[in-house]
């Protein structure tokens, strides 16, 4: 007893002590923490697929390895989700030099297998967002909750019906109809342009499904009450009535007082 006793009083031991507990939390959290949605690490023949296309059509505004340079800011860390956005949706290359905020755009210059191998090139730069996992891109996820988060979370921009709006100093917010699950997915992890990003700590993977769901729940809608308006709120509606309704009424009155003499 009097042994054991006097090496607890060791020195040392309160340094064993700690080293023990802080491998023992450090074991916990790597087996317990939430994963990041991502798919697989690219393969080598893709990361070099992809710096070939790279070089050759990316890297005169982006710098020779992605470094940055006058007209293009650096690859670094933005991860391999960024390029896939961008690049998948026709925003980048941009059609023109230098413009405020590069819009999504239908004639995209590379094809769907030149676009994963952009993406996987850029993700190896640096540590930084990869491809969301398909599980939750597909849009299977509850759309009364995704409906609650869009609002909270996006529709003071977006706009409520994901009709897009406009920001400060020409930049605007993009419409949100007929965007693909990926796509969503990879916007709110790696915010492009004005967008804020939303992180697995802000909103979980789930959540960002249910965000999903609930927008191709609106890609759906056949608006059954009448003329939509661009689904822009009562900007466009009071333009209509104005122009409409107080035409009509002003023919009623032209009408009546031309009837009366």
Sequence with gaps: MNALASRRRHPAAIVVLLLLGLTVTGGLFSLLAPKP???????????NEGKKLFLANCATCHGLGGLGGLTGPSLFGVGAASADFQVGTGRMPPPAAGPIQA???????????????????????????????????????????GNELFKVNCAMCHNFAGSGGALSRGKFAPSLRDVTGKHFYEAMTTGPQSMPVFNDTNLT????????SYMHELDKDQNPGGMNLGNL??????????????GLMIAAAVWLCAKAA
Excluded: C, H, M
């Design 103 to 145: 819009p999504r755009r239908g004639d995209r210059k590379f094809t769907e297998e030149q676009v994963a191998f952009l993406a996987a090139y850029v993700g190896s730069l640096a540590p930084g967002p990869g491809i969301p996992d398909e599980r939750f891109t597909r849009g299977d996820g509850d759309i009364a909750r």
């Design 205 to 212: 993977p789930q959540d960002k499904n249910d965000i999903i």
């Design 37 to 47: 949605a991502e798919a697989s690490v690219a393969t080598v023949d893709a990361v």
């Design 233 to 246: 709120g009562p900007v466009s509606e009071g333009f209509f009535v104005w122009i409409f309704g107080l």
